[in-house]
Every structure is written in C-alpha cells, then in structure tokens.
C-alpha cells in the first residue's frame, strides 16, 4: 500500500506561482513512477506531469511544457511540483499519483489508468 497526501493548494493571482507537494508514505520501495494530473468539473482528467521513482527522467503535458516541474525530494519523501506562470485555466483540482506496476517508458503514465494510487487532490484557482 501506498499513501499520497497533496499540500500547497490555494488561490494565486495569474502569473504568479505556487508549490505543490505530495508526501509519500507505505511502501514506497514499490513505486516505479509518479505523476500529477488535474481535473475540472465535467471534463476527464488531464495529465500534467510524471517522474521515474528511480531516475530524473520526467515527462510533461503540453499544456504545462516549460512553466511546470516535477521533482523528487528523497529526504523528505515528497513528490513536488512548481508550477509558473500560472494562468486562469490551470484552475483545477489536482492530483498525486503512484504507480507501482513496472515501467518501461515515462509516457505510459500520460493516462490516469497508469496509475495505481491516487491523493485526495487539492484546490488550485488562479484568478485573472
């Protein structure tokens, strides 16, 4: 079992910049990747960006290439991400997740049934 717990939401001015964090807990020895994605009320849930556990190979979306990053701290076991320039449709609820099965590319994990386990998500509005 593996528990993730979102930190760091809240309401931000476009432009400005906020940082996410996923504590990871359990068994953490059977992640293999871990990825942020986000989601709006009525639409599917959109992938933002993805890390291999075991390397710094990363992975974004289009729609945050260059304005996002993801990065591991290992002494702390969080998962971040440091989102830039941020813009009114980046509001979303966003989501940490685990994959525990094997993975051979990064892109496997550009679909929510990649994963499997998921935080409770957290509030991020940007305001125009």
């Known amino acids: 079992q593996v528990q993730l717990v979102e930190s760091g939401g809240g309401l931000v001015q476009a432009g400005g910049s906020l940082r996410l964090s996923c504590a990871v807990s359990g068994r953490t020895d059977s992640i293999s990747a871990m990825a942020w994605f986000r989601q709006t009320p009525g639409k599917e849930r959109e992938f933002v960006a993805a890390l291999k556990w075991s390397s710094t190979n990363t992975y974004y979306g289009d729609s945050v290439k260059g304005r996002f990053t993801i990065s591991k701290d290992s002494a702390k076991n969080t998962v971040d991400l440091q989102t830039n320039s941020l813009k009114p449709e980046d509001t979303a609820v966003y989501y940490c997740?685990?994959?525990?099965?094997?993975?051979?590319?990064?892109?496997?994990?550009?679909?929510?049934?990649?994963?499997?386990?998921w935080g409770q998500g957290i509030q991020v509005t940007v305001s125009s």
């Open positions: 997740a685990a994959r525990t099965r094997t993975l051979t590319v990064i892109w496997t994990m550009k679909t929510p049934n990649a994963c499997d386990y």
